[in-house]
């Protein structure tokens, strides 16, 4: 049985107890998730895989940020994009609000929409499937894009998903890196060596945490994925994990929900 919790003089027990849960996001974006399964009584195995750094072309990023009013729309994919789009603005005391504020602004998920809000911009367009091919839909929606001009903003090893079927649909298009994901080196060989012996749950919120989750590890699979996406459940199902937890939401408090479910059916 897991561990009892007593709150308001009622008596529960912690959905999570006993279930080693490992989480491979970058080490600045994994707090939200590794508190959620902490609180809910999971041991929580931090590894980050990745780094999110700056574009190996800072200049790109400053232009794009001077030129976006010239687009009639700017498409964000990630938080990431957000992030590294609005500091390039604020580093040349421009603003990303200022910036966007000529543009319909176009977005992927929940929560880049939400990171584009705090910064002050308007979001015009994000689909309720969060992924490219449904934002591309909604793009076709509006009617015919022959000529228009749109700037996507992406990973530098991001889908062309967006810019190549904007362009088949006669559109202008210009992709600017805004941020690149980099591998994580020097591991604590005791904390792989603890992962390796197995765990409960590994989860993956992009597909380059499983890519590098599964170098760091010698290719072995020690648990079952939990992932955000349909594009990192492939990754991980063509790298060889069982994926047993897929969010319904693509947020961190999706895969959360998603991974309380699946143990809540699978008691220990």
């Not at 709150?7 to 974006?29: H, K, M, S, Y």
């Not at 367009?125 to 793009?139: G, M, N």
């Not at 349909?230 to 693509?250: K, N």
């Amino acid at each position: 049985m897991g561990t009892i919790e007593v709150v308001d003089g009622l008596i529960g027990v912690l959905p999570l107890t006993g279930r080693t849960i490992v989480v491979t996001r970058a080490e600045a974006q994994a707090a939200e998730l590794v508190e959620a399964l902490g609180v809910l009584g999971a041991d929580v195995m931090r590894l980050p895989t990745i780094r999110i750094v700056r574009p190996s072309e800072a200049k790109s990023l400053e232009r794009a940020v001077r030129s976006a009013s010239d687009y009639e729309g700017v498409v964000f994919t990630s938080v990431n994009g957000v992030e590294f789009f609005s500091r390039a603005a604020d580093d040349i005391d421009f603003g990303a609000a200022r910036a966007l504020e000529e543009s319909r602004v176009y977005c992927i998920g929940p929560a880049t929409a939400r990171a584009l809000e705090r910064v002050g911009v308007r979001v015009d367009v994000c689909p309720d499937v969060h992924v490219a091919e449904a934002l591309l839909e909604s793009l076709s929606d509006e009617g015919p894009l022959e000529g228009r001009r749109f700037l996507i903003l992406a990973a530098e090893e991001g889908r062309p998903v967006v810019p190549d079927g904007l362009r088949a649909l006669g559109a202008l298009v210009d992709t600017v890196v805004t941020y690149r994901t980099v591998p994580v080196e020097g591991a604590d060989p005791e904390l792989l060596e603890r992962i390796g012996g197995g765990v409960d749950l590994i989860t993956f919120t992009s597909p380059s945490t499983v890519r590098n989750f599964h170098g760091l590890l010698d290719r072995k699979h020690p648990g079952p994925a939990a992932v955000i996406g349909p594009v990192t459940a492939w990754t991980a199902r063509d790298l060889g994990y069982e994926v047993v937890v897929e969010a319904r939401s693509f947020t961190v408090t999706g895969l959360v929900d998603a991974i309380v479910d699946h143990f809540e059916g699978d008691p220990a």
